[in-house]
């Protein structure tokens, strides 16, 4: 896969207006294949396809003038999903891990991901936030007690003293997080043998599924594995043990559940995901170039540390060579 | 082991150096039987001669462009510069080609000239001969920028500067040259970018410069009476800048007031804030506050002109309030 993007073609050049398209979206390409015009302030140029591969993803369109630098299209192996990609906006924004000990009067929805507003802020120290986190210590109970803000060191004392957690305070376990990255050629090959020995069309995102599936299974001996496959609007089909189905069959879907999550960026612009709402064990994997880039985040509740580290380091690879799945 | 003052310290730096080796010149205006306002390099003329002592015309730009040169083909000069607000006309001598001639040659071309000049407010000097210009320079790649705290430092800088194969320049303050400290008989060097902990301390980092490092001493043995122990370090050179050993002190102690008597917008204090805000922010129980000298003109009147560099009560004062957990801005 290869960004196509509005070349700079001139010193204070900003934006390009795109006089044409020559191809079509999932038209076959080549390299050398003009692929559109581009008019500067001087001249109309013709830009050329620099790889093989299926016009997709085409976000810009006859007449619009395109900052230079901007990914207009994408040359693809395949010719699906020739449409303009979504952009990143429907997106959850990303936001760090949660104030392990953050006051919250309900126990927090899963999905809440809002800033709390600035009259609900704690304002402490840096020092003092990171002691607190590392005790497990709810910097919201000062402020419930009327100590007034801001928050330092020699604050804590006070709150190591004051009586266990309890009613509605809840405090969430830290979230950790593994990353992993490996190369995508061993897929991309399975996925290509695939379709060329079997016209089996395995997409990434089945091919995914299954393999978490059977990392987790083998990292935790967990005997039924539920797969919830995330959509970018937080809605989602629950698969259940998709790795116990052949990867041309599509998994059960059922309405236990979920055992983890799973978000599937291969087709988007997005490399990883760091929500740090581990409700749910939550994995991500994206696109860097030629490596998948793996996210995977969890707490304590779900799983200890090292079986973190062998789902993930299974899934890596599983992902690198995919006869390691299949044995 | 003799007291000298910082006058003195520099003028030995500079006739050890003279003797030691025969390419080393110096070359300003009144530096010969003058021996500078400063009185810093009296007695020198009468040992080295005019050929190595030499007294220039009123013409800044010439007389750097002319050590710029001679550093370029073998020499070693010694450039005194008599107020370092003169160094604004010597800034294409000095940015544009001392800075950068070793860059655009290939690295053929070396300028192993010191820039001697001095800072510093409080002396009724007026506005135009009292400025602190250290971060200026500073923020040029390709100079070293020294700042002598006591006699002691400013020998040891000095010679370490005039060994030096790179341009440096070196700001002394004004007000510190009849200054006197214990300066060993013997020969002794102060590498560049190794920060001194002038006094050790738990609670509260004081970084200071220049005469600034005797205000954070002061200021620190006021907060000791007060039960505060205040750490006290002098970066020595602030290109290149010692943050290994002012990390690690922020790191303890968790606060820290950067001292310095450059205008506080965008200058020396700004930038060690913003590194260690950077490098230590999750060690950090408070803002790191930075003192400068306030950011107007420095007024002729001694009452105005005291009001706007920082003194030990004002440091002392900052201190207690940031130990206290006191918000500085909402």
């Known amino acids: 896969m290869a960004d196509v993007i509005m070349p700079a073609l001139g010193m204070a050049q900003d934006t390009g207006k795109l006089v044409q398209w020559m191809k079509a979206p999932g038209d076959a390409v080549v390299t050398g294949d003009v692929l559109f015009e581009v008019e500067t302030d001087k001249s109309v140029m013709e830009v050329e396809a620099q790889t093989d591969g299926f016009l997709t993803q085409v976000s810009a369109s006859d007449g619009d003038d395109v900052p230079v630098g901007q990914v207009i299209a994408t040359i693809s192996a395949s010719a699906e999903n020739p449409t303009a990609a979504p952009a990143a906006a429907p997106v959850k924004p990303v936001e760090t891990a949660p104030e392990p000990a953050a006051p919250t009067p309900e126990p927090k929805a899963p999905t809440s991901s809002a800033t709390p507003p600035s009259s609900d802020r704690i304002l402490a120290s840096p020092k003092a936030r990171r002691l607190a986190a590392q005790e497990g210590l709810d910097l919201g109970k000062l402020a419930a007690s009327g100590v007034p803000m801001p928050y330092h060191v020699s604050d804590l004392a006070a709150l190591r003293d004051m009586p266990a957690t309890s009613g509605q305070t809840v405090v969430m376990a830290a979230t950790k997080q593994i990353t992993a990255r490996c190369a995508r050629s061993g897929s991309r090959d399975f996925m290509d043998w695939m379709q060329a020995d079997g016209a089996i069309m395995v997409t990434p995102a089945v091919m995914f599924a299954s393999f978490a599936s059977g990392a987790y299974r083998a990292a935790t001996e967990t005997p039924t594995i539920i797969v919830q496959m995330s959509d970018p609007d937080g809605a989602g089909t629950h698969l259940r043990n998709p790795d116990f189905v052949r990867l041309s069959m599509p998994a059960p879907e059922t309405e236990e559940d979920a055992t983890f999550v799973l978000h599937d960026l291969s087709d988007s612009f997005l490399t990883s995901l760091r929500l740090g709402d581990t409700a749910l064990p939550t994995l991500s994997i994206g696109v860097d170039g030629d490596s998948y880039l793996i996210t995977f985040e969890f707490s304590s509740e779900h799983m200890d540390d090292s079986q973190g580290v062998a789902f993930v380091s299974g899934l890596a690879r599983r992902l690198a060579d995919p006869l390691h799945h299949l044995v | 082991m003799p007291q000298i003052t910082l006058s003195t310290a520099v003028n030995q730096a500079i006739a050890e150096e003279m003797r030691r080796d025969e390419t080393v ?143 440096v320049v070196i700001f002394e303050d004004k007000l510190m040259y009849q200054d006197k400290a214990e300066v060993p008989e013997e020969e002794y060097l102060i590498p560049f970018g190794v920060a001194n902990i002038k006094r050790e301390g738990s609670d509260i980092t004081l970084v200071g410069t220049s005469s600034m490092v005797q205000v954070a001493e002061k200021a620190a043995e006021i907060l000791a009476a007060e039960g505060i122990n205040a750490e006290v370090i002098d970066p020595r050179t602030i290109v290149p800048l010692d943050m290994d050993t002012i990390n690690a002190s922020v790191r303890k102690t968790s606060r820290c007031i950067v001292i310095d008597e450059g205008h506080q917008s965008f200058g020396v204090t700004s930038e060690i804030a913003s590194r260690l805000m950077e490098q230590s922010f999750y060690h950090l129980d408070g803002p790191v506050i930075r003192m400068g000298a306030m950011d107007v003109p420095i007024p002729f009147s001694p009452a105005l002109e005291h009001m706007t560099v920082p003194t030990p009560e004002s440091v002392a004062a900052t201190a207690r309030k940031l130990m206290a957990g006191e918000m500085f801005h909402g």
């Not at chain 2, 010969?32 to 001669?49: D, I, N, Q, S, Y």
């Not at chain 2, 510069?81 to 001639?101: E, P, Y």
């Not at chain 2, 040891?156 to 500067?161: Q, S, Y």
């Open chain 2, 25 to 167: 010149f110096l070359i300003g205006e009144d530096v010969a039987e003058a021996g500078t306002p400063f009185k810093v390099t009296t007695g020198l003329v009468e040992e080295f001669g005019t050929d190595r002592v030499i007294d220039t015309p009123i013409a800044e730009p010439g007389f750097m462009g002319i050590a710029v040169g001679a550093a370029m083909t073998g020499s070693r000069p010694i450039v005194d510069l008599m107020f370092g607000d003169f160094i604004f006309l010597i800034m294409d001598q000095l940015c544009n080609q001392a800075a950068k001639i070793h860059y655009m040659s290939g690295g053929k071309l070396n300028v192993p000239l010191v820039l001697r000049t001095n800072m510093g407010a409080t002396r009724s000097s007026a506005a135009q001969h009292s400025q602190s210009l250290h971060a200026i320079v500073a923020h040029i790649p390709g100079l070293k920028v020294a700042m002598p705290s006591s006699a002691y430092e400013a020998k040891g800088l000095l010679k370490t500067a005039i060994r030096d194969n790179n341009p």
